[in-house]
């Protein structure tokens, strides 16, 4: 139910997102499974960010990250933090924002990846938006990885309708070309 709700989620139909991430959080924990409903709750909080209820994002970001660090599971916080981020974003909390990338940014400074992020892009995302907000000049070096990353992936698809829905059908993946695209057209201006 989880990769049937993230997916739903990536594609923009945030309503079926839900409900698949909902169901999906109420077995985990019916069946004890806490790596599951943590997935269930950062997903749902995708979901419900995504459909602008920030409110219920950030309830569901919070839950995914108690549930991530009782399981020391710190690889899988960098994600949640993103959500996190955008989400205080969307509220002009800047400082909150601020606050969480600066966590994901140590933790991109150690070692040049987001390994365990399932969605390394929204990660990108959250650290473009803000940098930028702040105008920060580390902006720059986030354009350079997002876009380079972004098509690293989709060179590696070897399938030209998979690689176009890779880049045009995932809400975050066609955002990220498309802010960093007109960024990248303003410096140059």
Known sequence: MTGQGLLASLQGSYAAACAFCRL????????????????????????HRGAGLLEDAAACYEQALSIWLDLE?????????????????ARDEHEQARQHVEHIWSSWQENQTFAGADQPFLVFEACYRVLLADQDPRV????????????HRAERTADRELRRSFLERVVTNRDLLEATREHVLALNA
């Open 140 to 151: 720059e070096e986030v354009i350079h990885a997002t876009r380079s990353l972004l098509c």
């Open 73 to 89: 599971m710190d690889h899988r916080v960098v994600e949640v933090r993103a959500g996190l981020a955008l989400v205080a974003l």
């Open 24 to 47: 999906a959080l109420e077995i985990a924990r019916e069946n004890g499974e806490p790596f599951a409903e943590g997935d269930a709750c950062l997903y749902l909080g995708h979901a």
